[in-house]
């Protein structure tokens, strides 16, 4: 069993931070991936940001409207990911999710897991 478990979110001000976590525990062979979305009421969830394990090629992506105010980082010994968020607007606003991508076992296919969510809310 896969489990991942987000924590850090909250109230806020504009222009505040926050620093969003999501340990995964369980049976986890390897991690392709560990990624943060998020979706607001009656939006579809879109990707905020994304990083790649160390081998193949590792590295983080950004979408557009985070860039320069969220910094996505993990740390492998703990399988934890983090979003340090910076700089926060109100359109911010929403429930932010973690997702791993990777395998429980060897052989087995590629997966994807889901945290429950942490909720973001930023007040104007």
């Known amino acids: 069993q896969v489990q991942l478990v987000e924590s850090g979110g909250g109230l806020v001000q504009a222009g505040g931070s926050l620093r969003l976590s999501c340990a995964a525990s369980?049976?986890?062979?390897?991690?392709?991936?560990m990624e943060w979305y998020r979706q607001a009421p009656g939006k579809q969830r879109e990707l905020v940001a994304g990083i790649t394990s160390g081998g193949g090629g590792g590295g983080t992506n950004y979408a557009d409207f985070v860039k320069g105010r969220f910094t996505i980082s993990r740390d492998n010994a703990k399988n934890t990911l983090y979003l340090q968020m910076n700089s926060l607007k109100a359109e911010d606003t929403a429930v932010y999710y973690c997702?791993?991508?990777?395998?429980?076992?060897?052989?087995?296919?590629?997966?994807?897991?889901w945290g429950q969510g942490t909720q973001v809310t930023v007040s104007s």
């Open positions: 997702k791993l991508v990777g395998r429980r076992y060897s052989p087995d296919s590629i997966r994807e897991y």
């Open positions: 369980g049976s986890i062979f390897s991690i392709n991936a």
